[in-house]
């Protein structure tokens, strides 16, 4: 099994950043993907961004040149910094790990871009 806590969330005004952050239970290095998704009122979760256990990484066309996703194998955890926030960007954001055919999701953070 493997436990995520996510933090880092908040209200921004438009263009500003935030990063969030996602500590697992177990070495991100044996999970076979992390990412972040996210779900907006009256919208399906969607993937905003993931990175593989071998580096790759895939973002959502809506946040490409804006978002970025990293790691640190020490601290067991992925981040996703993101600049130039807009309204749109507005959601929960949920991180997930993929480990051993599972699923699992971490409890959510809030992210309101608003002025």
């Known amino acids: 099994q493997v436990q995520l806590v996510e933090s880092g969330g908040g209200l921004v005004q438009p263009g500003g950043s935030l990063r969030l952050s996602c500590s697992a239970s177990?070495?991100?290095?044996?999970?076979?993907?992390m990412g972040w998704y996210r779900q907006a009122p009256g919208k399906q979760r969607e993937l905003v961004a993931r990175?593989?256990?071998?580096?790759?990484?895939d973002f959502a066309d809506s946040v490409k040149g804006r978002f970025a996703i990293s790691r640190d194998g020490a601290k067991n955890t992925v981040y996703l910094q993101m600049n130039r926030l807009k309204p749109e960007d507005t959601a929960v954001y949920y991180c997930?790990?993929?480990?051993?055919?599972?699923?699992?999701w971490g409890q959510g953070t809030q992210v309101t871009v608003s002025s």
């Open positions: 997930n790990a993929f480990y051993e055919w599972t699923g699992y």
């Open positions: 177990r070495s991100i290095f044996s999970i076979y993907a």
């Open positions: 990175i593989t256990s071998d580096g790759n990484t």
